[in-house]
């Protein structure tokens, strides 16, 4: 019979680079778990950086930054085994590793031996791959290291098992996208089912940049039972119990399995709140037009930092209805958040007098349109210069898929809330929004989408439907579908080379918009890497 | 005694994605090279996608896309072998690949060992390496295949000529950077040296995107003389005969060793006209200032595009000075573009007429001067939408490194010439292209540098001497030196902290710039990849 071991599971939101901070976090969230009772507490990948830190790793005062956070950890292991993951140099080739540090010593290092390098993951660019499994053993058990993407193949968990594992602890750094949650779950179910052994699936938490990691750790037993679910989008620290290799929850399971929307809704609002904290914003203002994408976004910004943070106007023109002024200021008046309207036709106006001579004789086309937004855009960012607030992006993925947005225009600004979440979607959280409580007011959502740049413009008058385009969309981004297969699963070939060809033209656009979060698993980050310059042409 | 062999290396200029159009470009130059009597032709690295291709590589119809490429390639190779690269998929797993084609059928496809995964390359995220030499046999010659990275190391070399290879292929897609020339033809040689083998470098020429390839393909002896140095910035066709292991020119060199200047200068207007005209726009519009940035901006356009290309707009408002615009004015006219002046002052006065509430009580500050900015980004933003002219964006290194840079105001365009040229090169490029021509008023280079944003302002007020500046960039960025080594070498603590601080914290601004022609070991596009929420402290 095993001696009895008490689990705590370190759910913490790092700050990028801040190895200093993190490393007190860190010392902090250890001495809770002592206190609590446990014999060992497990970080996440990375922990001392954050993840993901990107060229960080590159700096040369790195490991001596790691070996001063070190020397704090091994103090604050006096009472409690940590198991904390950090980048390791040795003879010049760098590692991404996981350690257990106990009274003082390093009991064993592990160097992950999967380095994702697809999607939004560069880690070949830093690191080597480790060779070996590492099992350290602690009070009678056997400690099995992981990292992340080791555990999506079989062999370093059976490697570790075979090396006389009895508890698997992973280490991850593993960004949201929807749908992700069921698969982690399964994929370690799978491992228990396999090799009989427990694990531990430790996740960070919060918005970094474009990405944002959910937490959503957990605990499987032997048995292939998922005995804890930590909660998503909040820092945690839960507590299981393994005694003769039965695993069981010391803290209660808090996360009800949440539906998409609800799911979607906090990884926004969690991006958002993140950025504008981590980054030290005072507030964020935003372009309210009346529209959807700007009524869901100043809800978000509203429920990620409050709505005395949160600043709205309303910069009409002569095609600003009458409707889309009164329902952003009864948004606006409904979340509380200051709202003020300034009118853009006298700098119009200025600008094309200005441009009078080089525009005489030509015909009106999308340059007055495009006009509209940058004085729009200026507004913004003229008080966000003087306030210190950031200006918040309101634009979705299907337009910014197919460049329906102006640069400098309302791509202005420092975070997109909707960058990655297409038009269908953005009505759905609307409506989700809603069902929490009524601030959007109805006709907002149920109205036909308009940018309001020219007399009686609708958004469908020059795209497909949002339900075709959507699907469209992401069938050609996501899933790398070809435009054949596109159309043999049911959709006009005039709609989907349309599409297409909008997307291919308009990378310039996007590679000079802001950054925002990302949800899917393909969003217009550093997922998705295509030349400007670019002679493909679709379906030929 | 062998058979004589004649080989023409193939210098071209491809349009990443177009492989239909690269590929009747490479049979073009295969036709014209056997009517001039060679057996083989050679030509770059992925020659028939261009490179990179980024994330092109993972779209569906790739395979498909080669496979009629191929089919065309092993036509046109009836009179003379074909070496070529391309991507190959093989059981799903992709491969950058080097091939000979000879009557129909390939006599050999060898795939590349070293993958580079630093800097600006991201080949670990499309392939996988390949293990085994290639020696093809062809006319009584053994050609041992390499691809670009392979030859940075000696092991593909040795493994070739240890398998029999009496002709090292090596196909490139080498990108410039200042001093890179020389280190391409040191390298070679050593290999000649080691191996007593001959070599034929093959590197592709023109711009894609933020990276310009110089071309420079050369021809190594097995007694390690360069016999044949192929021209810099040029399409071009070079012949060598190999008879008896011996290597020997049948074209003449094309390249007296250029200086720094004179190549940094070429890479410039390389990447403007390719970034242009890939793109097909008319042309180009750009701010003149009376300032040097973009007076050399304004030189390099012209140059890369003829002035008939390029249109020059200067925009005053109070602080510019009389010199500024007669400066300005005496330039255009000098180099024959078309030039006009719109002034801000209607529309920064209604800006901040319509702000006036929100300033009212508060200082003047920044907002200010990048109200200004913006109001000429606005503008030219205008005349490209309405004209097609892309607005070629004029900042240099230096500001894009501090932040010292509108977003959205001076940072809005499509392309930025001088965005890897630090300020005191700005300078010596000025000199160089006078040198040339006197088309920069004599003026413009002396006159301290001033943003003309504020009254009486210059950038030396606020920022340490350029030379100073530039050197601590430089040793910060390129070299990644830490502040402490820096302020070692005779740099005062101070300015070298608050130059660290501006670069760390501006990376927001870098996000949204424009790309633009790197020339450097870093620039500021692909090869720096820093967080924006980055909790870093320099010096801790």
Not at 336 to 345: M, P, T
């Amino acid at each position: 019979m095993t001696q009895s071991l008490n689990i705590a599971l370190a759910q913490c939101n790092f700050l990028v680079g801040d190895i200093p901070g993190n490393t007190t976090l860190i010392c902090q969230q250890a001495a809770e778990a002592a206190v609590a009772g446990a014999d060992l507490i497990v970080f996440s990948e990375l922990a001392l950086t954050g993840y993901p830190p990107e060229d960080l790793l590159l700096r040369p005062s790195l490991q001596r930054r790691i070996d001063t956070a070190l020397e704090q950890i091994a103090a604050a292991s006096s009472e409690i085994a940590i198991a904390i993951g950090y980048p390791w140099m040795d003879n010049d080739v760098l590692y991404n590793c996981a350690a257990v540090w106990y009274r003082g010593e390093e009991l064993g290092r592990y160097a992950k031996q999967y380095l994702p390098n697809y999607q939004v993951f560069d880690e070949k660019r830093y690191f080597t791959e480790g060779i070996d499994s590492c099992v350290i053993p602690f009070r009678g058990h056997q400690l099995g290291l992981t990292v992340c993407e080791d555990v999506w193949f079989d062999g370093p968990v059976d490697d570790a098992v075979n090396a006389g594992a009895t508890l698997i602890l992973n280490l991850n750094a593993s960004p949201f996208h929807m749908g992700k949650l069921e698969e982690r779950v399964e994929l370690m179910q799978r491992h228990a089912t396999r090799c009989k052994v427990p694990l531990l699936y430790v996740n960070q938490v919060g918005g970094q940049d474009e990405l944002v990691f959910d937490g959503s750790s957990f605990a499987i037993s032997a048995e292939a039972h998922c005995v804890l679910q930590m909660p998503s989008w909040q820092s945690a620290l839960g507590y299981v119990q393994l005694q003769d290799q039965q695993l069981s929850a010391i803290s209660a399971s808090q996360l009800a399995r949440e539906d998409d929307l609800a799911s979607l809704y906090q990884a926004l609002v969690l991006g958002v709140r993140d950025y504008v904290n981590k980054n030290r914003f005072p507030g964020v203002v935003l372009g309210l037009s009346g529209g959807i994408d700007s009524a869901l976004t100043l809800a978000i910004a509203a429920d990620a930092l409050g709505p005395e943070r949160v600043r709205a106007v309303m910069m009409p023109f002569t095609y600003t209805s009458d409707m889309s002024k009164s329902d952003a200021s009864l948004q606006a008046e409904a979340m509380g958040v200051r709202y003020e309207s300034i009118s853009i036709e006298p700098m119009y106006r200025e600008f094309m007098a200005g441009l009078s001579d080089n525009f005489a004789g030509l015909a009106v086309d999308t340059t007055e349109e495009n006009l509209q937004s940058r004085c729009r855009g200026v507004l913004l960012m003229a008080l966000s210069n003087k306030t210190g607030y950031m200006v918040l992006t309101t634009g979705n993925k299907s337009e910014m898929a197919v460049g329906y947005a102006t640069l400098y225009g309302d791509m202005a600004g420092g975070y997109g809330a909707l960058k990655d979440v297409y038009k269908t979607k953005v009505f759905a959280l609307a409506d989700y929004r809603n069902s929490i409580s009524p601030i959007i007011p109805q006709r907002v959502i149920d109205r036909p989408p308009s940018a309001e740049l020219a007399p009686d413009q609708k958004d469908e008058d020059s795209l497909p439907p949002y339900p075709v385009l959507d699907s469209i969309l992401e069938r050609y981004i996501e899933h790398d579908d070809s435009a054949d297969s596109i159309i043999a699963a049911g959709y006009e070939r005039e709609d989907v080379m349309r599409v297409i060809r909008l997307v291919d033209v308009t990378e310039y656009k996007r590679r000079q918009a802001p950054i925002g979060v990302r949800v899917t698993r393909r969003g217009f980050g550093r997922d998705r890497r295509y030349p400007v310059t670019n002679g493909w042409k679709a379906g030929v």
